[in-house]
Nanobody, 118 residues
Framework: QVQLVEFGGGLVQAGGSLRLSCTASRSIFSFNRMGWYRQAPGKQRELVAV???????TYADSVRDRFTISRDNARNTVWLQMNSLKSEDTAVYYC????????????WGQGTQVTVSS
C-alpha cells in the first residue's frame, strides 16, 4: 500500500507559476511510474508528466515547454513546476504511482485544485 499526499495547488493568474509536490509513504526508488495527471470539469483525466521506468520523463504536448517534473528519491517526493500557466491548465491535479509487476498496482493521491484566472 502506498499513500500519496499532494500540496501546492491554488489560484494563480494566467502567466504565473505554481509548484506541486507529491510525497509517498514509502520509497519511490523502485516505482514503475510516478507522476501527475489532471482532470478538468467535464473532461477525462489525462497525463501531464510522469517518470517512467529508468527515470525517463514523459510530458503531455500541451505542457512540454512549460512544466517540469522532478524527483528526490531520498525524500520520496516528486514535484511539478508549472510556469506560464494558462486558463486551460485549470483542473484537479492528481499524483499517481504504479508499483510492482504481475500485477502492478496503481495508487492515487487525493488531488489538488489548480485554478488559473485569465
Amino acid at each position: 500500500q502506498v499513500q500519496l499526499v499532494e500540496f501546492g495547488g491554488g489560484l494563480v493568474q494566467a502567466g504565473g507559476s505554481l509548484r506541486l509536490s507529491c510525497t509517498a509513504s514509502r520509497s519511490i526508488f523502485s516505482f514503475n511510474r510516478m507522476g501527475w495527471y489532471r482532470q478538468a470539469p467535464g473532461k477525462q483525466r489525462e497525463l501531464v508528466a510522469v517518470f517512467t521506468v529508468g527515470g525517463e520523463k514523459t510530458y503531455a504536448d500541451s505542457v512540454r515547454d512549460r512544466f517540469t517534473i522532478s524527483r528526490d528519491n531520498a525524500r520520496n517526493t516528486v514535484w511539478l513546476q508549472m510556469n506560464s500557466l494558462k486558463s486551460e491548465d485549470t483542473a484537479v491535479y492528481y499524483c499517481k504511482s504504479e508499483v510492482g509487476s504481475g500485477p502492478a498496482y496503481e495508487y492515487w493521491g487525493q488531488g489538488t485544485q489548480v485554478t488559473v484566472s485569465s
